[in-house]
T-cell receptor, first 115, second 111 residues
Framework: DTGVSQDPRHKITKRGQNVTFRCDPISEHNRLYWYRQTLGQGPEFLTYFQNEAQLEKSRLLSDRFSAERPKGSFSTLEIQRTEQGDSAMYLC?????????????FGSGTQLSVL | RKEVEQDPGPFNVPEGATVAFNCTYSNSASQSFFWYRQDCRKEPKLLMSVYSSGNEDGRFTAQLNRASQYISLLIRDSKLSDSATYLCVVRFTGGGNKLTFGTGTQLKVEL
């Protein structure tokens, strides 16, 4: 499978614990995004990378959230001291930018439940 | 006010009907526009880009009205398989390169 893969598919954790998610983009894609989605809402932007550089981070993202893409390939999203409000589907997407046209390919997401 | 707004629906239509969705955006200096489709419990997938002159892909037609700041999606001869949530997506000039998604409009096509 050469699509975007995310791991794990599901994560259940207790409030206050740290969690880390991984995303493997399509290999030739240079841009990688993290979005969060809750039921009945569209995906909400969290952050994105151009190769290994983190170019933008949502103002809504608290200091408990951090993302890395150390070698410009896979990325990790860590949430420290999780809260119940962090429960959501975390979606990763990658793209190969060509001019103004950009097609995002999403992974299946990691469903986080904070108890 | 949200940057990208859509009527959440659901729109319940019979098979074969024509249905239209609108989306409004708040930033007049917007750059690129797209429609994504999301099936239940699945990830979003690009349906089509929206060009200034309007564009068509089979049964799907997308229109852009910059003066009124809205985008539309028209689906003709709707099929059961068209049932999904349709997400309006905008890239704003000066907003970095992130794509901003609307809340989505749910479509249910019935027999």
């Amino acid at each position: 499978d050469t699509g975007v893969s995310q791991d794990p598919r599901h994560k259940i954790t207790k409030r206050g614990q740290n969690v880390t998610f991984r995303c493997d983009p399509i290999s030739e894609h240079n841009r990688l995004y993290w979005y969060r989605q809750t039921l009945g809402q569209g995906p909400e932007f969290l952050t994105y990378f151009q190769n290994e550089a983190q170019l933008e981070k949502s103002r809504l993202l608290s200091d408990r959230f951090s993302a890395e893409r150390p070698k410009g390939s896979f990325s990790t999203l860590e949430i420290q001291r999780t809260e119940q409000g962090d429960s959501a589907m975390y979606l990763c997407a990658s793209s190969l930018v060509s001019g103004e046209n950009e097609k995002l390919f999403f992974g299946s997401g990691t469903q986080l439940s904070v108890l | 006010r949200k940057e990208v707004e859509q009527d959440p629906g659901p729109f319940n239509v019979p098979e074969g009907a024509t249905v239209a969705f609108n989306c409004t955006y708040s930033n007049s200096a917007s750059q690129s526009f797209f429609w994504y489709r999301q099936d239940c419990r699945k990830e979003p997938k690009l349906l089509m880009s929206v060009y200034s002159s309007g564009n068509e892909d089979g049964r799907f037609t997308a229109q852009l009205n910059r003066a009124s700041q809205y985008i539309s999606l028209l689906i003709r001869d709707s099929k059961l398989s068209d049932s999904a949530t349709y997400l309006c997506v905008v890239r704003f000039t000066g907003g970095g390169n992130k794509l901003t998604f609307g809340t989505g409009t749910q479509l249910k096509v019935e027999l």
